[in-house]
Nanobody, 126 residues
Framework: QVQLVESGGGLVQAGGSLRLSCAAS????????MGWFRQAPGKEREFVAA????????YTADSVKGRFTISRDNAKNTVYLQMGSLKPEDTAVYYC???????????????????WGQGTQVTVSS
């Protein structure tokens, strides 16, 4: 089992940048594929980005492609989401998630992930 804690959220102006971090407990972090999701008020949770256990494969949603980058540091048990050129529509609670299955990286479905963090709020002002 793994516990996930997100940090780095906050209020930023449109066009700005933020880096989210997700720290994982446990010794087997490198065994998990990791993903970032977000949920805006009144909307369903949606896939943002995912990265394989080794970091060799990454997938990014079209809505954030070219602006957001996912990465990980297995030595620090941490996955990151670097967000740039932020827009007001990026406002949401951002969640990280962990999965044993590579399917989670490729497909990005909510049900493909086994563990979830509590989320961190990102607010982008216009």
């Amino acid at each position: 089992q793994v516990q996930l804690v997100e940090s780095g959220g906050g209020l930023v102006q449109a066009g700005g940048s933020l880096r989210l971090s997700c720290a994982a407990s446990g010794r087997t972090f490198s065994s998990y594929h990791m993903g970032w999701f977000r949920q805006a008020p009144g909307k369903e949770r949606e896939f943002v980005a995912a990265i394989s256990w080794s970091g060799g494969s990454t997938y990014t949603a079209d809505s954030v492609k070219g602006r957001f980058t996912i990465s990980r540091d297995n030595a620090k048990n941490t996955v990151y989401l670097q967000m740039g050129s932020l827009k007001p529509e990026d406002t949401a609670v951002y969640y990280c998630a962990a999965s044993y299955s590579y399917r989670a990286v490729v497909v990005g479905g909510l049900n493909d992930y086994d563990y979830w963090g509590q989320g961190t709020q990102v607010t982008v002002s216009s």
